[in-house]
């Protein structure tokens, strides 16, 4: 076996463990919600796009690139409405800096802040409270 086969082999067998790792829940008591963060590398891709779709749609220059522990915050019924935050890198204007961004997938809520607290509760808070539900 040569090494390119040895490498797609781990390559397809990591792939496979890393989309289905398991998630880290956050108890919140602001709604007595459990959110949690993604770990699906297809979640956490699509997340990046859609963070980024509402960014650029609030008019906002540049990009997000990548972020740490993506929360998922649900507002309550199955398939309903989730609200999404991270801290994230967002390059603009040749600079990179971290960010806190949140949005929602139904009402077009969206907050990137500067300053932010690095702690899971501040986290859910600021979803709840700026990009929660309609």
């Known amino acids: 076996m ?3 086969r040895i490498t797609a082999v781990v390559f397809l067998t990591t792939h496979m463990f890393c989309t289905h790792a398991s998630s880290r829940e956050v108890e919140w008591s602001g709604n007595e919600s459990i959110a949690r963060t993604l770990e699906s590398s297809q979640e956490i ?4 796009v859609e963070f980024n779709k509402s960014l650029h749609k609030k008019g906002y220059p540049g990009q997000i690139t990548v972020c740490s522990d993506i929360y998922d915050l649900p507002a309550g019924i199955a398939n309903g409405n989730h609200s999404y935050g991270a ?10 800096k971290q ?3 949140c949005n929602d997938v139904m009402v077009g809520h969206f907050l990137l802040l500067d300053a ?3 702690s899971d509760q501040w986290k859910l808070k600021t979803i709840y409270e700026n990009c929660y539900g309609g």
């Not at 891709?45 to 990046?48: K, P, T």
């Open 45 to 48: 891709a699509q997340r990046l």
């Open 87 to 96: 801290v994230c890198s967002y390059e603009a204007s040749g600079a990179n």
């Open 2 to 4: 040569n090494k390119y």
């Open 116 to 118: 932010f607290e690095d």
């Open 99 to 101: 960010v806190f961004v």
